[in-house]
């Protein structure tokens, strides 16, 4: 029982190319989200998915897109990547949404873009 | 703003000395919170929630709705214990519900 696995672990890009991370959860969860993480400013989320076919906007949405054309699978995309979206990238999953607080996160992905 | 502060970047313990890691919280309603750790090279995983007045590895989170605050405590730290840990509050938008996270304390307990 894997949990929930991120593919890369690192990636490093110049600016202007693309990218997508790959969030896969084994739990049979219907959420997920992708948050990123930045020194001194916490987990910020990007854009979540309450179940297969749907997805939606969090905080800091602008330049990334997302899909969840299956329910095990949450893909996070870079169109045109900018030294701004350096981060470490996190995806979560839950059963029931936010109203546990529970969320699983996955291992993180470093992505520095120069 | 629904919101949760960590006003605390960084501390930093001796080992068996008390730790406190502060969290406050701005909200109109009544707040569910929570408590986030991550360990070196490890996932991030839920400590603790408010709601179940439960102690996890020896550490406490008392709500104080006067004070607004949701301090994390532990009468003697240990080695073990540091880690980043994160406040985290479900806000409620008119899109729904969603888990907002503090800047995150970064503790360190020294031998």
């Known amino acids: 029982n894997a949990g929930v696995t991120q593919t890369p672990k690192f990636r490093v890009l110049k600016t202007g190319q693309s990218m997508t991370l790959l969030c896969a959860q084994d739990m049979n969860h219907e959420y997920m989200y992708w948050y990123r993480q930045d020194p001194g400013m916490g987990l910020r989320l990007i854009h979540y998915?309450?179940?297969?076919?749907?997805?939606a906007k969090g905080e800091v949405p602008d330049g990334y897109n997302v899909s969840r054309l299956k329910k095990q699978n949450f893909l996070l995309g870079l169109e045109s990547a900018a030294p701004s979206q350096t981060s470490v990238y996190f995806c979560a999953s839950s059963y029931a949404g936010w109203e546990t607080g529970e969320l699983f996160f996955g291992e993180g992905s470093r992505l520095t873009v120069l | 703003a629904q919101r949760v502060t960590q006003p605390e970047k960084l501390l930093s313990v001796f080992k068996g000395a008390p730790v406190e890691l502060k969290c406050n919280y701005s909200?109109?309603?009544?707040?569910?919170l929570f408590w986030y750790v991550q360990y070196s090279r490890q996932r991030l995983q839920l400590l603790l929630r408010h709601i179940s007045r439960e102690s996890i590895k020896g550490f406490t989170a008392d709500l104080n709705k006067g004070e607004t605050s949701f301090h994390l405590k532990k009468p003697f730290a240990q080695e073990e214990d540091s880690a980043m840990y994160y406040c985290?509050?479900?806000?409620?938008?008119?899109?729904?519900?969603?888990?907002?996270f503090g800047e995150g304390t970064q503790l360190t307990v020294n031998p």
């Open positions: 909200y109109s309603g009544s707040p569910e």
């Open positions: 998915s309450v179940g297969e076919g749907t997805t």
């Open positions: 985290a509050l479900i806000r409620e938008e008119t899109s729904g519900s969603r888990l907002t």
